[in-house]
């Protein structure tokens, strides 16, 4: 069966600091994606890591999947207040070319 | 990237009834699916909906009581049957994305409260 653990499940720091949320698995997947939902909507999706050691930045955040495509992480400089919302991973799952397989999410709160 | 929307947005409903969810997208799309979350916890995918057949129901979920309509490529429902307060939860339905990493847009939920 393929998991996707996340950590930490909860996270609250103030405005300015770093963090950084994990995603690991004992499967290798082909890609991973990760989502951020905040109150009241979907998941929207932020990135997808496909290469091993990849690493991807969208603005203050940094997402890297690892050599061996089981885990990845995703990183936050200077988080702001509108950081906060539901980090969750997902990837393909390997018995189906549509579906995906989730981690348990990261709830963030950024205090100002 | 597709912009799905859902109707009704929030309903509190009578245990014993049924509520159908409409899931909108603005483009045509190949599969959709429909979720259940509970605030800040993961998704829980209940099936999926191919258009022109049955859904795909995970396992823990019946189509007698999640019956799925999937009439085009723009549209479907859920519908949660006869309601018991377990069924309070947040309803999600998403789209896979063209490509290959079976990326997905979602709605923006419907949240169900069973009284």
């Known amino acids: 069966t393929q998991l996707l653990e996340q950590s930490p499940q909860f996270l609250s720091i103030q405005e300015g600091e770093n963090l950084t949320v994990y995603c690991n698995s004992s499967?290798?997947?082909?890609?991973l994606q990760w989502y951020r939902q905040e109150p009241g909507e979907g998941p929207v999706l932020l990135v997808t890591?496909?290469?091993g050691g990849e690493v991807k930045k969208l603005k203050r955040l940094t997402f890297q999947f690892g050599d061996a495509r089981k885990d990845s992480s995703l990183h936050i400089t200077a988080a702001q207040p509108g950081d906060t919302g539901l980090y969750l991973c997902?990837?393909?799952?390997?018995?189906?070319?549509?579906?995906?397989?989730w981690g348990a999410g990261t709830k963030l709160i950024i205090k100002p | 990237s597709a912009v799905i929307s859902q109707k009704p947005s929030r309903d509190i409903c009578q245990r014993g009834t049924s509520l159908t969810i409409q899931c909108q997208v603005d483009?045509?799309?190949?599969?959709m699916f429909w979720y259940r979350q509970q605030p800040g916890q993961s998704l829980t995918l209940i099936a999926t909906?191919?258009?022109?057949?049955?859904?795909?129901?995970e396992s823990g979920f019946v189509i007698d009581k999640f019956p799925i309509s999937r009439p085009n490529l723009t549209f479907s429902t859920l519908t949660v049957s006869n309601m018991s307060p377990e069924d309070s939860s947040i309803y999600l339905c998403?789209?896979?994305?063209?490509?290959?990493?079976?990326?997905?847009?979602f709605g923006p939920g419907t949240r169900l409260t069973v009284l």
């Open positions: 997902a990837a393909p799952r390997r018995d189906s070319n549509y579906q995906l397989i």
């Open positions: 998403s789209a896979k994305a063209p490509g290959n990493f079976n990326e997905q847009f």
């Open positions: 909906a191919n258009q022109g057949s049955e859904a795909t129901y």
């Open positions: 499967s290798v997947f082909s890609s």
């Open positions: 890591v496909v290469t």
């Open positions: 483009s045509q799309v190949t599969m």
